[in-house]
């Protein structure tokens, strides 16, 4: 699955050219709880045709039958229009809003098609975007940025940050690494495995990933990872891994880690250390074990482990220490005599 903002973007652009009216609905406030956060997006045509969401369901029921049935007919060629949701108790149980929760909308009504190609255009050369609404005449301004920034609302327009799709760079095309390219795919994430090994190449299942037969040090290279990108090292070989993560801590890329053992992590890091010239302090940003501790035992579970700790890095939530795989294992006691786990099967 692909970024779902550039998803509602292609669509929204298609039915344009293809001469059919449509509107844009932004998130733009949010009072209390809310289904979805502010900036959130969706793109409804006139055949009633939706992509994209803004609540669990029910505002969008609204708003198709609304935008159907004609009674939105005088505001097709206007300006951008604020309307409010969930008010009053009554409308936040009829909308399926939580409780005391409120969202404000604004709907653009037939939005360029070639503005939105251009906008489209450069997210996919990997280009961060601001997207200005002017509130009174509709008009439509891009920016180019370095930097995500929050939605900004004024009385003279909308601002909205649209960003490239999240990337994710897996190394080694074994089973695990199938499970997990199929989890980040359906969170969004553009996925590309790298793996030299032709036996573990032959038999790759998952669709709608990009399979390198690449070094992987060199790929990284190439890759140029942002801060919109996590390399992952799944192998447990030295030769593959050792320098691509090297190569991925150069980078801005917001998540880096390595599969293995607490004591193949540990030898990883004394390997860098004693022979590529790294300290701790370099070191600091590569993960591992990676994952959060939740007694996973199979490669399903342990992906399912390890996406829920990018997706955590990925949206700013902190970790308990008690959900660290290494901490939560070495407050264990292990039964005399008991090896740490190997490295190509680690419980979580």
Known sequence: MENLDILVLRTLRDWRQAGQRALLATVVRTWGSSPRPVGSIMALCESGAVVGSVSGGCIEDDLIYQYTHGDMDRLLQGPPVSVKYGISADEAHRFGLPCGGTLELLLEFNPDASALQQLIGQLEQGQLMLRSTNLASGQIGLTPSDTPSELSLNDIELVNTFGPAYRMLLIGAGQMTEYLATMALFNGFAVTVCDPREEY?????????????????????????????????LTH??????LALLEALNTEAFYIGAIGSRRNNLARHQRMIEHFEQTDASL??????IGIYIGSKTPAEIAVSIMAEVLAVKNGVPLPRDMDVAHAKNTQQLPPNEPDAPSCFIAH
């Open 201 to 233: 190449r032959g038999t790759w299942s998952v669709a709608g990933v990009s399979l390198s037969s690449e070094m992987p040090d060199d790929l990284v290279q190439t890759f140029k990872p942002d801060r919109r990108s996590c390399v992952i090292a």
């Open 284 to 289: 600091a940003r590569l993960r591992g074990p």
């Open 237 to 242: 070989d030295p030769k593959l891994d050792d």
